[in-house]
């Protein structure tokens, strides 16, 4: 029992973090109806830059938070306006292989500016290991949970409240209605990708304080689709339902099932076997809206 | 009148109208395969690889550019390809010439089964069923360690044809090249005959296509059956000609980078999947050249770098400036050389 439960618990660390990710995903698609596959790379830039602030300038965690936001602003403003914007009213596809190049680039770049290599700063952020009885609380869990309830709490009020947040919905919904009421379709595309990239960042520069920053950590992006797409694409509070679902799933199954197979591993694709199974049974995810097509 | 007119059925469906189409496409055919008389070996090895370039990339045209399926796992099927080919010649010891088109076959049924979630899903959907694919199928091949060596390897024989082995560089230059201008003269075939114009149907839009009689079903599938046994020929004769079968051949960036050739070249053209595929692994090799040069002027890690930027900003440029790609610019140019002096054809 010790052992499933101490299963559980690390997979609900590993679905927050998936979560994360998955909710910088979301808001994309919610405002510009951008598949967005560069969301991982969000995450693995936020990890260097929090590597950056903190160690080599030697930065205090509130200055170095501030400056990552930043610096995450000024890259979602860059990538909509020389990337995303040229590309409005193309086909999907074309939005998606944008992304795809962004990826690579933003990968390219972090290989430039940090050589690729592991850069780990445990320590510098404060990390709080709970016990309850015999199972052991990884940090990721609590600073995953808590950055993930914060971070949802704000967008829910925003997408609610603000009128940036209406306008954010309203563009999702129809481009030409949004226009023709005097919305600047143009802001609310630029809004949405700084959103992700400082979600994306945060959670980056939180992810590197507990794991170390490395390329690999983009692969993560990855792994959310399988969230995303159990959740339903676009719903936020699906993400963070899902993200769990899949990480207590993903560990437990790993955990039971690794020692039975030769070689183990499950946990690599056992996201992947999900999103199979959820694009063959029920392609819209638990909590997404289904899309009605018309000729 | 200048010109030229199509008098028969015959003459309007003709892939070559003119005689001037005919023998450019002779010169074209002689000075390719008098090319190891002339050429080095190295420049050889780049043509071989950019030959199996173009097999794959006309799978994936059929794919993603003629029935708009859009598939990231292209290099997980090239993967099964080789796979099987390697099985069956190394461990089974079947001669190539069976191994090879077992190893479309195989690919191809790896395609239907993945290609299942695409008859309910499609675009971004169909995108995670396909990365899912690749990463599934590397699993599999990592953890069949008995018949794959895993993540050793496996060891496979130079092709051979009754007596005649392809070992050197020319013979297999030769041996892609012809199977490479079957795939391309089958790959245009496909795309004029009764399914090809099904899967344009599909593309442009799959409910109306349905609703004119087009069984998405079938079609779909038929598509993804294409376009993996042209990925599992590619990717039997990559690991035919390295002589080694390993997973990391078969990167996920690969798949990616298929695609980027299908855009850069031009979706739904098989002119357009050549020339994406000569001009990226061009590309690919101007990098190689300059890469070491850069990192040793300015640092180590720009090498590795410079090939990730150079890839996602040709990419991207493309997709801003030249969405229709390299055939799109080329059929351009060959309609000014056509209408020349004049700038416009009376009907547009």
């Known amino acids: 029992m010790n052992f499933f439960l101490q299963l559980v618990v690390t997979g609900l660390a590993l679905g927050m973090v998936y979560a994360l990710v998955a909710i910088g995903f979301v808001i994309i698609l919610k405002c510009s109806n951008a598949f967005n596959i560069a969301q991982g790379h969000f995450v693995l830039i936020g990890g260097y830059l929090g590597y950056t602030f903190l160690v080599p300038f030697g930065l205090p965690i509130w200055a170095s938070l501030i400056l990552a936001i930043a610096v995450a602003v000024v890259m979602g403003l860059l990538i909509e306006r020389l990337a995303i914007r040229p590309l409005v009213g193309q086909p999907e596809l074309a939005m998606i292989m944008m992304t795809i190049a962004l990826a690579t680039v933003l990968e390219g770049l972090a290989t430039l500016i940090w050589g690729g290599e592991y850069k780990t700063y445990h320590g510098v952020l404060p990390t709080v290991t709970l016990k309850l009885g015999q199972i052991s609380i990884p940090p990721e869990s609590l600073i995953g949970l808590i950055v993930s309830v914060v971070t949802v709490a704000l967008l829910m009020a925003l997408f609610r409240y603000t009128k940036i947040g209406l306008a954010m919905r309203a563009t999702a919904e129809d481009l030409q209605v949004v226009q023709s009421v005097g919305i600047k379709a143009t802001t609310v595309y630029a809004v949405s990708w700084v959103i992700a990239c400082v979600v994306g960042v945060i959670g980056g520069m939180l992810l590197g304080g507990v794991s170390g920053v490395m390329i690999p950590l983009a692969e993560i992006g990855l792994k959310a689709f399988a969230v995303v797409l159990l959740g339903g694409v676009n719903s936020i509070g699906g993400a963070i339902v899902a993200g769990i679902i899949l990480g207590v799933l993903e560990n437990v199954a790993a955990g039971y099932l690794d020692p039975l197979l030769p070689g183990g591993g499950l946990a690599q694709i056992f996201p992947f076997i999900v999103m199979i199974i959820v694009l063959i049974f029920r392609p819209y995810g638990l909590f997404g809206l289904v899309r009605i097509e018309r000729i | ?348």
């Open chain 2, 1 to 348: 009148m200048p010109g030229t007119f199509q008098e028969s059925y015959a003459q309007d469906m003709a892939i070559f109208r003119t005689p001037l189409q005919w023998g450019m496409l002779g010169l074209f055919l002689i000075v390719l395969f008098t090319c190891p008389l002339f050429c080095s070996d190295r420049i050889l090895t780049i043509m071989t690889m950019i030959g199996i370039a173009i097999i794959s990339v006309h799978g994936l045209n059929i794919l993603t550019g003629y029935c708009g399926q859009i598939s990231i796992g292209h290099v997980g099927f090239m993967a099964v390809g080789a796979y099987i080919s390697a099985i069956l010649t190394a461990k089974l010891g079947w001669p190539f010439w069976v191994a090879l088109p077992c190893s479309g076959l195989a690919a191809g049924m790896a395609g239907l089964i993945f290609g299942l979630p695409s008859l309910k899903i499609k675009g971004f959907y169909l995108i995670m069923a396909t990365i899912a694919a690749h990463f599934i199928i590397i699993w599999v091949v990592l953890h069949l360690r008995s018949l794959t060596g895993g993540a050793d390897g496996l060891t496979v024989p130079k092709p051979k044809i009754g007596s005649l082995v392809f070992m050197s560089k020319a013979s297999y230059f030769y041996l892609v090249m012809v199977i490479a201008c079957l795939a391309t003269f089958l790959a245009v075939n496909i795309g004029r005959s009764r399914v090809g114009r099904a899967f344009v149907a599909i593309r442009d839009n799959d409910l109306a296509a349905e609703v004119m009689g087009v069984n998405l079903w079938s079609y779909k599938l038929q598509a993804f059956f294409i376009g993996c046994v042209y990925a599992g020929v590619a990717g039997s004769l990559l690991v035919h000609y390295y002589g080694f079968a390993s997973v990391d051949q078969f990167p996920f960036m690969d798949s990616v980078w298929y695609l980027g050739m299908l855009i850069v070249g031009g979706m739904g053209s098989t002119t357009g999947a050549i020339l994406g595929a000569v001009a990226l692994k061009l590309l690919d090799e101007l990098v190689t050249v300059v890469g070491p040069v850069l990192s040793a002027a300015v640092a180590a890690q720009a090498a590795a770098s410079l090939a990730l930027i150079t890839r996602g900003l040709i990419l991207m440029l493309f997709l801003i400036f030249e969405p229709r790609g390299l055939a799109h610019r080329w059929g351009m140019i060959k309609a000014y050389y056509r209408l020349w002096p004049f700038s416009h054809e009376e009907s547009e």
